[in-house]
């Protein structure tokens, strides 16, 4: 009986990791692409800088709009600011993580807890290296170098560097299920020149993200006084 | 009894002097921009934010014909139109390379800012039960407008409005949405009453 409870449990554990890639050793092979990274992968931020991109959104492959989003990052503090304006320069949304989520301001359809959240998770998971510990490291089966780190929330994330200064980042539940997709694409200054992210969620979306401009910050973080401070450590759900 | 009628006589009139000026102000603003039938100019938007080092840019162009029809337009960084006639209000975006209608709820609330906006530049400034308005005269002219519903409040602190006294055209609109965040957008070649094609408030590109 016992035996038999284990086996269950042991094909339960196998199905729900089903999706997660597998991660060859990074043994020099001749047959691959792209030579084995000594080190993970990271296109992440490492100084401190302030971003504007033009966010297209699409909702099942239509196109809903875009927007103008700006987003301020400190990776030695964990510090996210972003905000969120149409066109017209009207401000749907602004939020920090000092990493406690405050939101600054809220307007409709940008106003709910889960949105802003969300939000501040997929900026930390596109610009900062993930929390938590390298789980594997290797080579996916076309040869790209990868690294998995297994978050502090039991989620996965796998970094994949592809070719031609290429990224890609994927976020697993714990039970496999992918979460977020991220592809990074360098252009002349950084890695953020093209980012698109396609969302598993309630509803899946995809963000379509162009480069307006990208500077570095000298300054600490300056943590805005106004909105509501949530009382939670960190942002993650 | 008669020497105190007298002084609130005096008092009255002094209290309701400025609401008086103010109100032939905006009826004099209103007569000046009657001969308003056509606008178009080219703007300059700079919105600062506390997140932002430097205000962020935008240009683009506007166009308005009486009664009510009008074309803003950004031109970079990122494309949009808004055209709006005949109490329709269509707002344009780009997506993929190729102008696509914005269907979002969002629309409406342009409209209705970008047609107040339009009303200012045909000289109807106190039009709005929505706004208290004030009126201070300068080298240029200077609107305030204040929300007075609650929920406005909280999304704007309060607009001016700066018209040049002489030729009653707008030089700027400034969005004041609180003490770190405002938009402030500059007129520049201002064209009035010069023919505009139909085809300008009808087609995105």
Same mark, same amino acid.
């Given at each position: 009986?016992?035996?038999?409870?284990?086996?269950?449990?042991?094909?339960?554990?196998?199905?729900? @990791?089903?999706?997660?890639?597998?991660?060859?050793?990074?043994?020099?092979?001749? %047959?691959?692409?792209?030579?084995? @990274?000594?080190? @993970?992968?990271?296109?992440?931020?490492?100084?401190?800088?302030?971003?504007?991109?033009?966010?297209?959104?699409?909702?099942?492959?239509?196109?809903?709009?875009?927007?103008?989003?700006?987003?301020?990052?400190?990776?030695?503090?964990?510090?996210?600011?972003?905000?969120?304006?149409? +066109?017209?320069?009207?401000?749907?949304?602004?939020?920090? +993580?000092?990493?406690?989520?405050?939101?600054?301001? +809220?307007?409709?359809?940008? $106003?709910?807890?889960?949105?802003?959240?969300?939000?501040?998770? $997929?900026?930390?998971?596109?610009?900062?290296?993930? %929390?938590?510990?390298? +789980?594997?490291?290797?080579?996916?089966? $076309?040869?790209?170098?990868?690294?998995?780190?297994?978050?502090?929330?039991?989620?996965?994330? $796998?970094?994949?560097?592809?070719?031609?200064?290429?990224?890609?980042?994927?976020?697993?539940?714990?039970?496999?299920?992918?979460?977020?997709?991220?592809?990074?694409?360098?252009?002349?200054? *950084?890695?953020?020149?093209?980012?698109?992210?396609?969302?598993?969620?309630?509803?899946?979306?995809?963000?379509?993200?162009?480069?307006?401009?990208?500077?570095?910050?000298?300054?600490?973080?300056?943590?805005?006084?106004?909105?509501?401070?949530? *009382?939670?450590? *960190? @942002?993650?759900? | 009894?008669?020497?105190?009628?007298?002084?609130?006589?005096?008092?009255?009139?002094? #209290?309701?002097?400025?609401?008086?000026? #103010?109100?032939?102000?905006?009826?004099?603003?209103?007569?000046?921009?009657?001969?308003?039938?056509?606008?178009?100019?080219?703007?300059?938007?700079?919105?600062?934010?506390?997140?932002?080092?430097?205000?962020?840019?935008?240009?683009?162009?506007?166009?308005?014909?009486?009664? /009510?029809?009008?074309?803003?337009?950004?031109?970079?960084? #990122?494309?949009? =139109?808004?055209?709006?006639?005949?109490?329709?209000?269509?707002?344009?975006?780009?997506?993929?390379?190729?102008?696509?209608? /914005?269907?979002?709820?969002? =629309?409406?609330?342009?409209?209705?800012?970008?047609?107040?906006?339009?009303?200012?530049?045909?000289?109807?400034? /106190?039009?709005?039960?929505?706004?208290?308005?004030? #009126?201070?005269?300068?080298?240029?002219?200077?609107?305030?407008?204040?929300?007075? !519903?609650?929920?406005?409040?909280?999304?704007?602190?309060?607009? !001016?409005?700066?018209?040049?006294?002489?030729?009653? =055209?707008?030089?700027?609109?400034?969005?004041?949405?609180?003490?770190?965040?405002?938009?402030?957008?500059?007129?520049?070649?201002?064209?009035?009453?010069?023919?505009?094609?139909?085809?300008?408030?009808?087609?995105?590109?």
């Amino acid at each position: 009986m016992k035996s038999l409870r284990l086996l269950v449990l042991t094909v339960l554990l196998l199905a729900s @990791c089903s999706t997660l890639p597998v991660i060859h050793p990074a043994a020099p092979r001749p %047959e691959v692409k792209f030579p084995a @990274c000594p080190v @993970c992968p990271s296109p992440f931020l490492k100084t401190p800088h302030r971003l504007v991109h033009i966010i297209e959104v699409r909702v099942a492959g239509k196109a809903q709009g875009a927007v103008i989003g700006v987003t301020l990052i400190h990776p030695s503090a964990q510090f996210v600011s972003c905000a969120i304006m149409t +066109a017209e320069g009207i401000t749907l949304f602004e939020a920090e +993580a000092t990493p406690g989520l405050k939101i600054i301001r +809220a307007l409709p359809p940008f $106003d709910s807890r889960d949105f802003a959240r969300n939000m501040i998770e $997929d900026i930390k998971l596109i610009f900062l290296a993930p %929390e938590g510990q390298v +789980a594997a490291k290797g080579i996916l089966a $076309d040869g790209a170098a990868i690294c998995r780190w297994q978050t502090t929330s039991a989620e996965f994330v $796998d970094v994949v560097a592809g070719p031609q200064e290429t990224f890609e980042i994927t976020r697993y539940a714990a039970s496999g299920r992918r979460q977020r997709r991220i592809k990074l694409k360098h252009g002349a200054d *950084n890695f953020y020149q093209h980012i698109e992210l396609t969302a598993q969620d309630a509803f899946d979306y995809s963000l379509f993200m162009t480069l307006v401009e990208s500077e570095p910050v000298k300054s600490e973080p300056q943590t805005n006084n106004r909105g509501l401070q949530d *009382n939670e450590k *960190n @942002c993650g759900r | 009894m008669h020497k105190k009628l007298l002084i609130l006589f005096f008092l009255l009139s002094f #209290l309701l002097r400025p609401c008086v000026a #103010l109100a032939n102000g905006f009826e004099q603003l209103r007569r000046n921009s009657a001969g308003i039938k056509t606008v178009q100019a080219r703007f300059v938007q700079k919105k600062s934010m506390k997140i932002l080092a430097k205000p962020l840019i935008s240009e683009g162009r506007f166009f308005y014909a009486s009664p /009510d029809s009008f074309r803003w337009e950004y031109l970079k960084p #990122l494309r949009s =139109v808004v055209l709006s006639g005949k109490g329709v209000t269509k707002r344009y975006i780009i997506s993929g390379g190729k102008m696509a209608e /914005d269907k979002s709820g969002g =629309v409406k609330a342009m409209g209705i800012v970008l047609g107040e906006i339009t009303n200012w530049m045909s000289g109807k400034f /106190d039009q709005n039960p929505s706004f208290k308005t004030a #009126l201070q005269e300068g080298r240029n002219t200077l609107i305030t407008l204040t929300p007075v !519903e609650q929920h406005m409040a909280g999304m704007i602190e309060k607009i !001016e409005i700066s018209v040049v006294r002489k030729t009653m =055209v707008v030089k700027s609109v400034k969005i004041i949405e609180d003490k770190n965040t405002a938009t402030l957008i500059n007129f520049s070649n201002v064209e009035i009453n010069k023919s505009i094609n139909a085809s300008i408030f009808q087609d995105v590109e």
